[in-house]
């Protein structure tokens, strides 16, 4: 009988670790971003999900530098689970030197902890061209946390344990010492 009821329990223990779900959206890129003063440029914030359940994800932008005005069309989007969203915004910068300034991107979703990452806006004199970067071109995010910083496949966000799995193998470890 006490077999019988540790297996239920173990079951039961397992099903209760599917049903909840996990929030996790991680900010992946930030496309890199080329102007002259006093002129405006558009780019996208790519925004993963990495838990079981999609959400609403918003973006919000911390330690713009002074001289920059960040605005996106939507800044609340719905990010599916292990889908990427983009988000398509616009920066205006004023009358500044040319130089490199920064900008943090950081992705706030009800139940998700939250993820961040620096960007760099490159002006250039206005004698030269306003073409972006190439490609092949570094993006500088070292400001990221190194957790931020690692790259996680799809397949590994998938197999992402549930809660219940750490109490299910708690209730085993439980009835195996009862024996």
Do not use: H
């Amino acid at each position: 009988m006490k077999k019988i009821f540790s297996i239920l329990l173990f079951l039961a223990l397992l099903l209760a670790g599917q049903a909840s779900g996990s929030y996790w959206f991680k900010v992946i890129d930030v496309s890199p971003i080329n102007m002259t003063p006093n002129s405006e440029a558009n780019f996208t914030v790519a925004v993963k999900g990495l838990g079981s359940d999609g959400g609403y994800v918003q973006l919000v932008f911390k330690n713009v530098s002074q001289g920059l005005n960040i605005s996106c069309q939507k800044i609340i989007k719905y990010v599916f689970p292990t889908g990427v969203t983009k988000f398509n915004c616009t920066v205006r910068a004023g009358d500044i030197a040319p130089g490199n300034l920064s900008f943090e991107v950081v992705s706030a979703a009800m139940g998700s902890r939250i993820s961040k990452m620096t960007d760099y806006v490159e002006i250039e004199a206005a004698n030269q061209s306003t073409t972006m970067r190439s490609p092949s071109a570094p993006a500088a995010k070292e400001g990221m946390a190194p957790e931020e910083n690692a790259t996680t496949s799809p397949s590994q966000a998938e197999n992402v344990p549930g809660p219940g799995v750490a109490a299910a193998l708690l209730a085993l470890l439980l009835a195996a010492r009862r024996r």
